[in-house]
Nanobody, 123 residues
Framework: QAHLVESGGGLVQAGGSLRLSCAATGLPFSSYALNWFRQAPGKEREFVGVISWSGGTTYLADSVKGRFTISRDNAKNTVYLQMNSLRPEDTAVYYC????????????????WGQGTQVTVSS
């Protein structure tokens, strides 16, 4: 049974940084593309970005490009979302999702999801 667990969320002031982690178990991690999404209260889920299985290709949404980076450590079965220059509008629950197929556009279905971690950015 595959399992994704996000961590690293919390409360931070605007302009600050956080690094989210998503640790995977029960799946061949290095075969999967890893995606980050977020959902703010009352809003639809937003695609943040994706990293290919090797880490050689990444895509970030325009809303976070230049401020966020995605990386992965296949030896640790973990993907990271480094978030810098955080803004109040980045406040959301952040989710990771694993899928065998890399896509830089939102798909209808992803193979596995984590439970999410809350990020709150105060002004």
């Amino acid at each position: 049974q595959a399992h994704l667990v996000e961590s690293g969320g919390g409360l931070v002031q605007a302009g600050g940084s956080l690094r989210l982690s998503c640790a995977a178990t029960g799946l061949p991690f290095s075969s999967y593309a890893l995606n980050w999404f977020r959902q703010a209260p009352g809003k639809e889920r937003e695609f943040v970005g994706v990293i290919s299985w090797s880490g050689g290709t990444t895509y970030l949404a325009d809303s976070v490009k230049g401020r966020f980076t995605i990386s992965r450590d296949n030896a640790k079965n973990t993907v990271y979302l480094q978030m810098n220059s955080l803004r109040p509008e980045d406040t959301a629950v952040y989710y990771c999702a694993a899928d065998l197929h890399y896509s830089d556009y939102v798909k209808d279905k992803y193979d596995f999801w984590g439970q999410g971690t809350q990020v709150t950015v105060s002004s």
